[in-house]
């Protein structure tokens, strides 16, 4: 869907490294998500905000970072401390978590060299 | 805890013909079921959705079942054609909706067979 971008569309990380997928959207939608898609698991989450200067943990948040300084922008940084980073990486948004549409991003492929 | 099982994990189809996908959901709460298709290397789009209030939702040849009583949902697609070749996912909110949003399937890897 036009209105949410993320980039780079393909990232190498080396050992030790951190790196950083962006995330931005033009829809004025207040909830922001970053989930993680490995072959079989399906949409796992990771950070979530509702709201400027706040975000919330997923379920599998260990060795990732977010911030919310923007409503419109919502990276994700994938520290040294994940050793697993090899996946397809979603940001996704939407007006009403409960109950309303969910709009994805293009996806990061970030890989391990 | 709170989750979505959805089955099979792999279903594959002779062109023409239907194909259903299942998936039951843990939390009597929930009120909102999406379906989404990703084409590989793609993100996932939503094709359909059904709220708790109604038991079956049809546009064309996509319809999603709901059955609160046993908590579960069906996506059925008929009249398959190739473009249908896609892994699907089906989401519910648990726990009535919160602010972490949709709990997702593993997903189906649907294959229509020329």
């Known amino acids: 869907d036009g209105g949410i971008t993320q980039s780079p569309k393909y990232l190498f990380r080396k050992e030790g490294q951190n790196v950083t997928l962006s995330c931005e959207q033009n829809?004025?939608?207040?909830?922001m998500y970053w989930y993680r898609q490995d072959p079989g698991q399906g949409l796992r989450l990771i950070y979530y905000?509702?709201?400027?200067?706040?975000?919330q943990k997923g379920d599998i948040a260990e060795g990732y970072s977010v911030s919310r300084e923007k409503k419109e922008s919502f990276p994700l940084t994938v520290t040294s401390a994940q050793k697993n980073p090899t996946a397809f990486y979603l940001c996704?948004?939407?007006?009403?978590?409960?109950?309303?549409?969910?709009?994805f991003g293009s996806g990061t492929q970030l890989s391990v060299l | 805890g709170e989750n979505v099982e959805q089955h099979p994990s792999t279903l594959s189809v002779q062109e023409g013909d239907s194909a259903v996908i299942k998936c039951t959901y843990s939390?009597?709460?929930?009120?909102?079921f999406p379906w989404y298709k990703q084409e590989l290397g793609k993100r996932p789009q939503l094709i359909i959705d059904?709220?708790?209030?109604?038991g079956e939702k049809k546009d064309q040849r996509i319809a999603v079942t709901l059955n609160k009583t046993a908590k579960h949902f069906s996506l059925h697609i008929t009249e398959t054609q190739p473009e249908d070749s896609a892994v699907y996912f089906c989401?519910?909110?648990?726990?009535?909706?919160?602010?972490?949003?949709?709990?997702f399937g593993k997903g189906t890897h649907l294959i229509i067979q020329p």
């Open positions: 996704a948004s939407t007006k009403d978590p409960k109950t309303e549409k969910l709009f």
């Open positions: 829809l004025n939608h207040d909830a």
């Open positions: 905000s509702q709201i400027v200067n706040d975000f």
């Open positions: 939390d009597s709460a929930s009120n909102y």
């Open positions: 059904i709220r708790s209030n109604v």
């Open positions: 989401a519910a909110n648990l726990s009535g909706g919160g602010a972490d949003g949709l709990t």
